[in-house]
């Protein structure tokens, strides 16, 4: 069953940050989240009009990351996201920087995707799997739209090395909120993001996670002393 009011908790908190949540981003992670998601996209496949689904798009990083490296070869890419105000923030981004490429944007809940089962090569996720409601039913979701063989990625946070560990805490639960109030006068919508990264588990519990929905060849990679971690798993291909 889907958490509503979990559910509904953090669309309002999304719904809240967009104006300033690129620059929280950058000045959270030092900028280093642009050097992550950078490395992430490499790990895209490329191949000749793939059809890429990118789950908790925000304001279109990833999406828009792909579609110029990959422009050749003609993707199609759905950005889907809880939010239609960051859908929005999304769309005046797309038309703002003249980006090209064939985009469709799509509001609505990870547990619950409106796509066919079979549809899409590559499905990814950035910093977005810790929000889902209910996370087994978002990666039984992706699971079912994937095309058999088709690829799951996700860039998430995980937990970081024992010789930063309390430091790192220190940041997280004490810095990122106060900077979020100063920046975004959003104390709170940042408290809970700080909340949620400390609470997520661990890369190999993801790992976990993946291969209970299915995934085939679960493999991650941890990055920056464990703080992220890329995780990518395969369906099976019938």
Known sequence: MINTEKSEKIKNIFDSIPSRY??????????????????????????????????????????????????????????????DVMLKKSKDRYIDNNIKGKFDWVQGSSEKLPFANNTFDVCTVAFGLRNFSDQPKSLA???????????????????????????????????????GKFITENKEAYTYLAESIRDFPDAPAVQSMLQQAKFKSVVYESLTKGIVAIHKGWKKND
């Open 22 to 83: 690129d620059l929280m981003n950058d000045l959270m992670s030092l900028g280093i989240h642009r050097q992550w998601k950078h490395y992430f996209v490499q790990k895209i496949p490329q191949q000749p009009h793939l059809t890429l689904l990118d789950l908790a798009s925000g304001t279109g990083d990833i999406a828009y990351a792909y579609s110029k490296k990959a422009h050749d070869l003609m993707p199609t890419i759905t950005l889907y996201d809880q939010s």
């Open 141 to 179: 979701e992706i699971y079912r739209v994937l095309k058999p063989g088709g690829q799951f990625l996700c860039l998430e946070f995980s937990q970081p090395s024992p010789d930063i560990h309390h430091l790192y805490r220190v940041y997280l639960l004490e810095f990122i909120p106060r900077l």
